[in-house]
C-alpha cells in the first residue's frame, strides 16, 4: 500500500519504517529539510534502538524515501499519516499549529480519495478541525474530492519503539460511523501487526482521541502516587521497595509503573496531563486527580536537589558534582521535561560546577546548557564521577547499574551517591561505606528535620 507520514520525528520515523519493513510503499515527509537530507544520506537524526539497521533495509530495499514535498507525497499515496508534534501552548492545551498546516497541505493538494490518519496526540475534536480544514481548501480550489480522517493515536514508547509498533498491545482506530472503507483500509494497512482479532480496536474518533490521553494519564497516575508514597516511606523510614514488591505482586496492580524516581518527564506524559487538564477545564470541569498528578510530579521534579542541597547546608557555591544520565529515560536521547534539566537549573542558580555524562543524550542538553566554566560536559562516567564532591544519577542507564562500586568510591572525592532512580542497595553501598541517598529507601534523607 502507497503510504505517505507527515512528520519524521520519534512516531513518524518509527512508523514510517516498520511500515516499510512489512512491504509498504512509504514516503516520509518533513519540513525540517537538514533531517530530510540526513535521512536521505541513511543517517537518523534520533537515537533509537535497532531503527538504523532496519531503516538502511528499507532503503536498500526502496520501500521507504524522504522528501520536503508534501504535494508529491499526497498525490502519491492512498493512507497519509500525520504525526507531527503537539507541544503545550502556554495555557497548557495542545497547540495544534503543526497538526493543522499538515492538514492544510493536504487540502491544497489531494486529487483522489485519501484516508487521512492522525497519529499525533491531539485534543477531543481534533479529527472534527482536520477534515474541516481540508474540506474547505478543496473548496477553495472548486474541486469535489472524497476524503477521510481518522484517529490513530500511537502508544510506542522512546528506546523500545520498534517492538512496540511491530507487537502492539493493541491498536486504536477511531473512525466515523459507518466508514466502511477506512475501517477497510486501516485493517489492510496493520494486517503485519495484528495477531488477534481483537488487537485492532475501532471506535468513534472522539473516543480514540481522549484514549490515547486516558492511557498516559493513567500511566502517570501510577508513577505520581508511587513517587508521593515514597516521601511517605522516606519520613516513616521503610524502604518503597519492599512497598513495591508487596503491592506488584497484587496482579491488579502489577509491576509495571510503580517504580519511584525524581519525577516523569519526556516528551508525553507531562503535556498529555496538562493537555487533559486544559479539555477538562473547557468542558466546564475541574479535574482534581489530574492535578494532584501535576503538582506531585513537580514537587518530585526537585526532591534531587532539595536532598542535595540540604546535605551540603544550602553552600554548593564553588562545589563539582558529577551527573550520571540527562535524558528523561535510558535508551533515547530525548531530553524533553527531563528531571535532570530542573536539577541543573537549580544546580547552576547555586553556583555549583556539573560535570555531566550520559551514553548519548549530551548534544541535545548542550541546546539547553551551553558548555561553560561551570556546565562541564564529559565523554565518560569515570570522568564524570573523578574528583566530584559527590554524584547524582537522573537516569537509570544499565551502564550505570553495573559500574564498578569499587572504582566509584575511588573515583568520587566522598562516597556519596543521590540516587534519582533507585539503581543500587543500599545495604550493599552501605557495606562498601558510601553514603546512599535515594528515592523512597527509607534512609532519614537529609532534608527531613
Ligand atoms: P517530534 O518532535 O520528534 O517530531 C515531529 C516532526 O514533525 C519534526 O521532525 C517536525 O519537523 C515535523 N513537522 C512539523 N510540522 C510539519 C509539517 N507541517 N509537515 C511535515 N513535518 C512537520 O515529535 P514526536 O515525538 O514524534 O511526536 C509526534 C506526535 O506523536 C506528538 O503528538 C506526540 O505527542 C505523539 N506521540 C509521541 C510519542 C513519543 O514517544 N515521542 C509516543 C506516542 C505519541
Known amino acids: 500500500m502507497k503510504i505517505s507520514i507527515f512528520g519524521s520525528g520519534y512516531v513518524g520515523l518509527v512508523t514510517g519504517v516498520c511500515l516499510a519493513a512489512r512491504g509498504h510503499d512509504v514516503i516520509c515527509v518533513d519540513i525540517n529539510k537538514e533531517r530530510i537530507d540526513l535521512l536521505n544520506t541513511g543517517f537518523i537524526p534520533i537515537y533509537e534502538p535497532g531503527l538504523d539497521r532496519i531503516l538502511k533495509k528499507s532503503i536498500k530495499n526502496k520501500k521507504i524515501s524522504f522528501t520536503t514535498n508534501s504535494k508529491k507525497a499526497v498525490i502519491e499515496s492512498k493512507l497519509i499519516f500525520i504525526a507531527v508534534g503537539t507541544p503545550p501552548a502556554e495555557d497548557g492545551s495542545a497547540d495544534l499549529q503543526y497538526v493543522l498546516d499538515v492538514a492544510k497541505n493536504i487540502g491544497d493538494s489531494i486529487n483522489a480519495f485519501k484516508v487521512v490518519i492522525n497519529k499525533s496526540t491531539v485534543p477531543v475534536g481534533s479529527q472534527k478541525k482536520v477534515k474541516n480544514i481540508i474540506s474547505k481548501q478543496i473548496k477553495k480550489r472548486n474541486k469535489e474530492i472524497k476524503f477521510s480522517v481518522c484517529s490513530n493515536p500511537e502508544f510506542l514508547k522512546e528506546g523500545a519503539a520498534i517492538n512496540d509498533f511491530n507487537k502492539p498491545d493493541r491498536i486504536i482506530c477511531g473512525i466515523e460511523d459507518g466508514d466502511k472503507k477506512s475501517k477497510k483500509l486501516l ?263
Open 187 to 449: 485493517e489492510e494497512c496493520y494486517k503485519p501487526f495484528i495477531k488477534k482479532n481483537n488487537d485492532i480496536i475501532f471506535m468513534k474518533p472522539e473516543a480514540a482521541e481522549l484514549t490515547k490521553y486516558a492511557a498516559n494519564a493513567m500511566l502517570a497516575t501510577k508513577i505520581s502516587f508511587m513517587n508521593e508514597l515514597s516521601q511517605i516511606s522516606d519520613i516513616l523510614n521503610i524502604d518503597i521497595n519492599e512497598v513495591r514488591n508487596g503491592i506488584g505482586s497484587d496482579s491488579r496492580i502489577g509491576y509495571q509503573f510503580i517504580n519511584p524516581g525524581c519525577g516523569y518527564g519526556g516528551s508525553c506524559f507531562p503535556k498529555d496531563v496538562k493537555a487533559l487538564i486544559d479539555i477538562a477545564k473547557k468542558n466546564s470541569y475541574q479535574p482534581k486527580i489530574l492535578k494532584s498528578i501535576e503538582s506531585v510530579n513537580k514537587e518530585q521534579k526537585n526532591l534531587l536537589f532539595k536532598k542535595v542541597d540540604s546535605y551540603f547546608n544550602g553552600n554548593l557555591q564553588g562545589k563539582t558534582f558529577g551527573l550520571w544520565g540527562v535524558s528523561f529515560k535510558p535508551e533515547t536521547d530525548d531530553i524533553r521535561e527531563a528531571p535532570s534539566i530542573n536539577l541543573i537549573k537549580s544546580l547552576l542558580k547555586a553556583g555549583a560546577i556539573i560535570k555531566a555524562y550520559d551514553p548519548v543524550a549530551l548534544e541535545s542538553l548542550k541546546q539547553i546548557f551551553p558548555k561553560t566554566q561551570n556546565m562541564i560536559y564529559t565523554n565518560s562516567p569515570e570522568n564524570s564521577a573523578k574528583n566530584a564532591e559527590c554524584l547524582i544519577i537522573c537516569t537509570e542507564w544499565n551502564e550505570f547499574k553495573e559500574f564498578n562500586i569499587i572504582t566509584l568510591k575511588k573515583l568520587l572525592n566522598s562516597a556519596l551517591i543521590f540516587d534519582g532512580r533507585n539503581i543500587y542497595d543500599p545495604d550493599y553501598l552501605k557495606l562498601k561505606g558510601f553514603k546512599y541517598f535515594a528515592i523512597g529507601r527509607g534512609e532519614q534523607s537529609p532534608y527531613i528535620k
